[in-house]
């Protein structure tokens, strides 16, 4: 039911400590939580109502988008019905287990399908109380009994949760990894507690699928690659890090926003396991090899990986997750981001040449899948899941390492630090885990100092530093700027002050304005003529109708008949108290259309101190197209020198109206979301006002359709 793409949406990693506390005004509770701010990298007190942790973890349950998802809603209930006439062709009652009813919407199928008993669990108690008044609005109380428990909780018996065991278990436990949120453990136990031995469960199987390929794209996120420095040494990766398997966790992205001129087929997709859930014969651990023959010479980069459901026994209703340039209904393909596609990375890159036969191992164990591609088969044991040994896997993300190969960027601070960058020159790195002190030492500068507060980042760049031989040239500090000593560069001036800018704690695209916060601590250390690169900022943004991200926020109102009105209010008010109006997402994974002409929002000068007072910039854009607006969506733009400038949102000017939109894949952009949905047409204004609050660090955004 839940995806791990889905983490890449919660808006704050806040380190909580709470506090209860009574409020002399509304005498109701309150929680004082201490966070780190991420752009002014201060400590802080935040008041929160006592039951916003409580609204959140409703509001992350909503998921709308799979709820959304007409083809999974179909093909359940078709299952489901199937299921239902089987038992009753058998000659016996249906006895219904929903595990993770959520709305109660596979239950109220089972109901209407002629289930003879139904009884669902769910362990979020919320949800299962917004579960039972759902099942009473449709007139199903009478028919289905929820039980507020984990399936691992349920007892069975007279005095038991439910009277006896299931024979029909419908159930939707998957994610993108198919197996990532317990769908194993959670089916063999069902089989050993809840499950008569001739069960049917809804979906019946699964096969996992998976397509050797080549592409620099996808090997660009796993490795770091050397960085080329015209008239220089390179900048190289330590062995260590070259040789490391990299990160466990599965890569989760929308592969058909990749399209089929960024990789190369190296074999068909192969089927490589299946997994039978109405028999439970399958293992917690497991390991499969396929045989496939070499389509083209190339090297092997990784795995695309997808699955497909079988809905019923006799496989004529199935479901697929694959891409669209896979999938059997091609660009008709339902649109998901609850279940999306996979990327695996092998250890090392494997050369192969046409009619070649390869082997290709799928391992897993409860929670995940790992892959192996090899000239020859590998033993039948168990094969050790990838772990990071290098630590720059843990503490960089793929996007992040896909950001320090993009030779295009590196190249324009290369040129920059070219003409700037003197042997004498004093020069500091405000970003963590930046490559930009290495180049500076590469071009000459043997006075440079980089700020890495971050422990484990440290260590990475520690590495970098040491394997490249820069040591006598760059020195380490554990220090943010506003704890450094007033000694520390030995009563020199600093005259390159550099930063990409990036740091590890920012969500937000103008969460890394912290350089202007470090940049302003540093204020009584830089020389007279200083150079601060960047110079300055600023904040774009364009108005946008989504194809499909206005999902994650619109109400369902009817599921096939089902009326989950009830789901929709709790979701939404809980939302409202929990969540921010503005999230990050990597937008080249939505196709968008724009309704306006991309534009300035307000600008930020690096050469200068934070200012002490809010700023508020107001403005108005024309919309140029027609459509639902659903939201504005926010980048960040960095001026390098003169003429030189980084984006983290389109990676071209934006032609307007248009869908051909390439946004930059290693960063997030910010979208505000204007739930409302307003239509627009050309001619139509949209104003807007930005507030800038130093003090606390913050950018606030209304807009309104005029």
Same mark, same amino acid.
């Given at each position: 039911?839940?995806?791990?793409?889905?983490?890449?949406?919660?808006?704050?990693?806040?380190?909580?400590?709470?506090?209860?506390?009574?409020?002399?005004?509304?005498? +109701?509770?309150?929680?004082?939580?201490?966070?780190?701010?991420?752009?002014?990298?201060?400590?802080?007190?935040? @008041?929160?109502?006592?039951?916003?942790?409580?609204?959140?973890?409703?509001?992350?349950?909503?998921?709308?988008?799979?709820?959304?998802?007409?083809?999974?809603? #179909?093909?359940?209930? +078709?299952? !489901?019905?199937? /299921?239902?006439? @089987? $038992?009753?062709?058998?000659?016996?009652?249906?006895?219904?287990?929903?595990?993770?009813? =959520?709305?109660?919407?596979?239950?109220?199928?089972?109901?209407?399908?002629?289930?003879?008993?139904?009884?669902?669990?769910?362990?979020?108690?919320?949800?299962?109380?917004?579960?039972?008044?759902?099942?009473?609005?449709?007139?199903?109380?009478?028919? !289905? #009994?929820?039980?507020?428990?984990?399936?691992?909780?349920?007892?069975? =018996?007279?005095? =038991?949760?439910?009277?006896?065991?299931?024979?029909? *278990?419908?159930?939707?436990?998957?994610?993108? &990894?198919?197996?990532?949120?317990?769908?194993?453990?959670?089916?063999?136990?069902?089989?050993?507690?809840?499950?008569?031995?001739?069960?049917?469960?809804?979906?019946?199987?699964?096969? @996992?699928?998976?397509?050797?390929?080549?592409?620099?794209?996808?090997? +660009?996120?796993?490795?770091?690659?050397?960085?080329?420095?015209?008239?220089?040494?390179?900048?190289?990766?330590?062995?260590?890090?070259?040789?490391?398997?990299?990160? /466990?966790?599965?890569?989760?992205?929308?592969?058909?926003?990749?399209?089929?001129?960024?990789?190369?087929?190296?074999?068909?997709?192969?089927?490589?396991?299946?997994?039978?859930?109405?028999?439970?014969?399958?293992?917690?651990?497991?390991?499969?090899?396929?045989?496939?023959?070499?389509?083209?010479?190339?090297?092997?980069?990784? !795995?695309?990986?997808?699955?497909?459901?079988? $809905?019923?026994? &006799?496989?004529?209703?199935?479901?697929?997750?694959?891409?669209?340039?896979?999938?059997?209904?091609?660009?008709? /393909?339902?649109?998901?981001?609850?279940?999306?596609?996979?990327?695996?990375?092998?250890?090392?890159? *494997?050369?192969?040449?046409?009619?070649?036969?390869?082997?290709?191992?799928?391992?897993?164990?409860?929670?995940?899948?790992?892959?192996?591609?090899?000239?020859?088969?590998?033993?039948?044991?168990?094969?050790?899941?990838?772990?990071?040994?290098?630590?720059?896997?843990?503490?960089?993300?793929?996007?992040?390492?896909?950001?320090?190969?993009?030779?295009?960027?590196?190249?324009?601070?290369?040129?920059?630090?070219?003409?700037?960058?003197?042997?004498?020159?004093?020069?500091?790195?405000?970003?963590?885990?930046?490559?930009?002190?290495?180049?500076? /030492?590469?071009?000459?500068?043997?006075?440079?100092?980089?700020?890495?507060?971050?422990?484990?980042?440290?260590?990475?760049?520690?590495?970098? !530093?040491?394997?490249?031989?820069?040591?006598?040239?760059?020195?380490?500090?554990?220090?943010?700027?506003?704890?450094?000593?007033?000694?520390?560069?030995?009563?020199?001036?600093?005259?390159?002050?550099?930063?990409?800018?990036?740091?590890?704690?920012?969500?937000?695209?103008?969460?890394?304005?912290?350089?202007?916060?470090?940049?302003?601590?540093?204020?009584?250390?830089?020389?007279?003529?200083?150079?601060?690169?960047?110079?300055?900022?600023?904040?774009?943004?364009?108005?946008?109708?989504?194809?499909?991200?206005?999902?994650?926020?619109?109400?369902?109102?009817?599921?096939?008949?089902?009326?989950?009105?009830?789901?929709?209010?709790?979701?939404?008010?809980?939302?409202?108290?929990?969540?921010?109006?503005?999230?990050?997402?990597?937008?080249?994974?939505?196709?968008?259309?724009?309704?306006?002409?991309?534009?300035?929002?307000? &600008?930020?000068?690096?050469?200068?101190?934070?200012?002490?007072?809010?700023?508020?910039?107001?403005?108005?854009?024309?919309?140029?197209?027609?459509?639902?607006?659903? =939201?504005?969506?926010?980048?960040?733009?960095?001026?390098?020198? &003169?003429?030189?400038?980084?984006?983290?949102?389109?990676?071209?000017?934006?032609?307007?109206?248009?869908?051909?939109?390439?946004?930059?894949?290693?960063?997030?952009?910010?979208?505000?979301?204007?739930?409302?949905?307003?239509?627009?047409?050309?001619?139509?204004?949209?104003?807007?006002?930005?507030?800038?609050?130093?003090?606390?660090?913050? *950018?606030?955004?209304?807009?309104?359709? *005029?």
């Amino acid at each position: 039911m839940y995806t791990s793409s889905l983490t890449r949406r919660v808006i704050s990693n806040t380190r909580r400590w709470a506090i209860s506390m009574s409020s002399s005004e509304t005498s +109701e509770m309150r929680h004082l939580l201490a966070r780190v701010n991420p752009m002014t990298g201060s400590n802080e007190w935040v @008041v929160e109502d006592a039951t916003y942790d409580y609204h959140q973890e409703i509001a992350r349950s909503a998921y709308t988008d799979m709820l959304h998802d007409d083809e999974r809603n #179909k093909k359940y209930y +078709e299952g !489901i019905r199937r /299921a239902i006439r @089987v $038992m009753h062709e058998r000659g016996k009652k249906a006895h219904v287990l929903d595990i993770g009813t =959520g709305t109660g919407l596979l239950s109220m199928m089972s109901a209407e399908s002629g289930a003879d008993s139904v009884h669902a669990c769910e362990a979020f108690e919320p949800i299962a109380e917004a579960a039972k008044k759902i099942i009473a609005e449709n007139g199903f109380a009478d028919k !289905i #009994k929820v039980v507020s428990k984990r399936s691992t909780e349920v007892t069975v =018996g007279p005095d =038991g949760d439910i009277p006896h065991r299931a024979n029909i *278990l419908p159930a939707e436990v998957f994610d993108t &990894e198919l197996i990532g949120e317990g769908a194993v453990p959670t089916y063999l136990h069902a089989h050993r507690h809840l499950l008569q031995e001739d069960c049917i469960c809804v979906p019946h199987s699964a096969t @996992v699928y998976a397509q050797v390929i080549q592409s620099d794209l996808i090997w +660009e996120w796993h490795k770091l690659q050397p960085i080329k420095i015209p008239g220089h040494s390179s900048v190289k990766p330590p062995a260590k890090m070259d040789a490391c398997s990299g990160a /466990a966790s599965v890569h989760d992205i929308q592969l058909s926003q990749v399209s089929p001129e960024q990789f190369q087929p190296i074999t068909s997709p192969l089927a490589m396991m299946d997994f039978n859930f109405s028999r439970g014969d399958f293992r917690e651990s497991g390991l499969a090899t396929v045989d496939a023959d070499v389509l083209t010479e190339g090297i092997c980069h990784g !795995i695309f990986m997808w699955w497909d459901l079988s $809905m019923d026994t &006799e496989g004529e209703i199935r479901l697929s997750t694959a891409p669209s340039w896979a999938h059997p209904d091609g660009e008709e /393909a339902q649109w998901r981001d609850h279940w999306m596609q996979a990327v695996y990375f092998f250890d090392q890159p *494997l050369q192969v040449q046409k009619g070649e036969r390869i082997h290709v191992t799928l391992s897993h164990d409860d929670y995940s899948m790992w892959f192996n591609v090899g000239h020859t088969e590998l033993p039948k044991v168990d094969i050790e899941r990838p772990i990071c040994r290098c630590g720059a896997h843990v503490v960089w993300s793929r996007p992040r390492i896909g950001m320090l190969n993009d030779a295009t960027r590196t190249g324009k601070y290369t040129q920059v630090l070219q003409k700037v960058v003197k042997k004498e020159s004093l020069c500091v790195s405000i970003s963590d885990g930046s490559m930009l002190p290495l180049i500076a /030492a590469r071009l000459g500068a043997t006075q440079v100092y980089t700020l890495e507060p971050n422990s484990l980042c440290r260590r990475v760049m520690e590495d970098m !530093i040491k394997s490249n031989n820069l040591i006598d040239d760059i020195t380490v500090l554990n220090q943010n700027a506003q704890e450094l000593p007033n000694e520390i560069f030995k009563n020199q001036k600093i005259d390159v002050l550099m930063g990409e800018p990036f740091f590890i704690s920012s969500i937000l695209p103008w969460h890394n304005l912290h350089f202007w916060y470090a940049r302003t601590a540093l204020a009584s250390h830089l020389a007279d003529s200083a150079l601060i690169l960047p110079c300055c900022a600023r904040l774009r943004g364009v108005a946008l109708e989504f194809e499909h991200l206005w999902k994650f926020h619109a109400p369902v109102g009817d599921i096939e008949g089902f009326d989950v009105r009830i789901f929709d209010s709790l979701v939404q008010r809980s939302s409202h108290i929990s969540d921010a109006a503005t999230e990050p997402h990597h937008l080249w994974e939505y196709p968008s259309r724009t309704l306006t002409a991309d534009f300035d929002l307000t &600008e930020f000068d690096f050469t200068r101190r934070v200012p002490t007072d809010t700023v508020v910039q107001k403005g108005t854009v024309e919309v140029l197209g027609d459509g639902l607006c659903h =939201g504005i969506a926010l980048w960040m733009e960095y001026q390098i020198d &003169e003429n030189t400038w980084i984006s983290t949102g389109p990676s071209h000017p934006l032609p307007s109206p248009t869908r051909d939109l390439r946004w930059d894949r290693h960063s997030k952009q910010g979208v505000h979301f204007i739930k409302s949905n307003p239509r627009v047409t050309p001619g139509g204004k949209i104003h807007f006002e930005v507030s800038f609050n130093p003090s606390q660090g913050s *950018l606030h955004f209304n807009f309104e359709v *005029l």
